[in-house]
């Protein structure tokens, strides 16, 4: 069995965004020369996540109205017990809870085996500084 790994830094100067990193992903499939195998790309910071969705711009939206109801930013210590330890991100670590850390996809025939309108997002949910992203690939 072959591996393959690779790290993307990912810098969002907002504080929630969704960047699409499908196109980077399925560059690394290629690169590992892997054809039948798995594809594991997670987010290594605790307030960011990697998921699958559709590209659609409202759908985004929809996500980060949905979020900021759940855990609104607020960066009081009032509000988050965490910020009481200098942080003000506590909602951030709320968010990426939900959207989760990890996904892995089957790679088949040397391409990520995607279902129809599937594609990988990195969300930032504490962005302005330098993030890792982890893409993995197993296989033969």
């Not at 085996?113 to 500084?129: K, L, S």
Request: with cysteine.
């Amino acid at each position: 069995m072959k591996s393959h790994t690779r790290h993307l830094t990912m810098q969002v100067p907002a504080r929630m965004d969704f960047v699409n990193i499908t196109r980077e992903v399925e560059a690394e499939v290629v690169a590992s020369g892997i054809r039948e195998g798995l594809c594991l790309v997670n987010a290594m910071h605790i307030t960011a996540s990697v998921f699958i969705n559709d590209n659609e711009p409202g759908l985004h939206r929809d996500y980060k109205n949905w979020l900021e109801e759940l855990a609104p930013f607020d960066p009081s210590p009032e509000t988050y017990h965490h910020n009481r330890t200098g942080e003000d991100n506590a909602d951030a670590h709320h968010k990426r809870q939900i959207m989760g850390r990890e996904v892995v996809i089957a790679v088949t025939g040397g391409r990520l085996d995607f279902g129809p309108w599937e594609a990988i997002f990195y969300g930032e949910f504490d962005g302005r500084r330098p993030k890792r992203v982890l893409i993995k690939i197993i296989g033969e």
